[in-house]
Structures are given as C-alpha cells and as structure tokens.
C-alpha cells in the first residue's frame, strides 16, 4: 500500500537566533555549546525526508517551521493529511532526565505508541527491530515486553489523538554527556535515519 509519511520534529527551532522552547536543550558542553532537542529533531527529519524522497516514498513535515507548534495543530494536520491519503506518523524527539542543569547517566533509545494494540504496534516494533540492527549493543534499550513485543506505551497526545498508525521515537538522551556528543555525529544520525526508512518500507511492504 501506498502511504504518506507525515514527520513530526518535536519542540521549536530557533528564531532570530534564540532557541523557542524552554528547556528541552542539554546542559552546557565544556565549548558553552548545548544540544537544542528541537534543532536536532529537525536535522534528523530533514535527513529523513531527503532519504524517503529518494526511494520514492510520499513525506511531509508537518510543522516546517521554526515555531514551536501547539500539539493540537500538529495533529490536527496530520488527521486532515489522513483523511485524503493513507498516513504513517512519526514524531521525533530525545529524551532527557534529571535537572537539565546537570548532566545526568540516563541513556538509551525508546520508541512508544499508545496504550493497546493497534497498527501502531507493529510500525514501533519494525522500527526498534531497525535501530537495534543499527546500533546493536552500542545503547540502551529501554523497552516494555509487558504485552509481547516492545514498544512502551504512553497516552501522549500525539500518539492518542491521531487517526492514523502513529508512533514518537527517542532516538537518545541529551541529558547524557557521552550520548549527546554521539547525538550530533553524522554516524548517529545516520544511523537513526537508515532504521526509519527500512521500518516504513517493510511496513508498506507488509500493509
């Protein structure tokens, strides 16, 4: 089946040269750099659309901005895409934990769906199949095998609210020193970018 691939980067840009969304960056790196979440989840969904575009594969990104975008309207618009063609979507982002101020040793890679099994069950689980043959005992997987198979799952509301297979990915913890200098390599990126690609083929291909 033919779908379209609607990419959601988590959080704001930067916008006349200040980050938009409070917090959601990594503590400051011994250069005074910090790793914003939302500049780099828009990287790496540019690198995906690049990448999907190539195999021929329908995306969007569904804010294409700067703007830290409400969550209402960024499902909003992914339920009015699903509604004229058939729709996957993907919400990227990194995950953090402790006081944001300092670094913390939390790492790992994580992708969630919605509690119950839906089709989102079987794209989130392509898609860890994926990235653990990308990154294979390099990381963490945090994962819940609770109900067979290894998504963990959350009522977020992008995930809860969509009309369509929708699952958020967290692709590292930018809170983790080591992690987040891994998270800015193109190696990483790459990576995480390969394993997207093939879980929605083999999901197209299967559906």
Known sequence: ???????????GGIINGKYVTAGKRSPKFDDGTYLFEGVNNRELVRKIMLALSAEGIDCVDIVDSQQDTSLETRVSRANALNRVKSCLYI?????????GANWDSASGLSVYTSKGQT?????????????QEQF?????WRTDKSDADEDKEENFYVLKNTNCPAILCELGFHTNKEEAKKMLTVEWKNKCVIALVYAIKKYMLKN
């Open 1 to 11: 089946m033919k779908y379209t691939i609607v990419l959601d980067p988590g959080h």
């Open 91 to 99: 919400s990227i982002h990194s995950d953090a934990n402790g006081d």
């Open 119 to 131: 089709k989102s069950d079987e794209l989130a689980q392509l898609t860890i199949d994926e990235l």
């Open 136 to 140: 294979g005992d390099n990381v963490k």
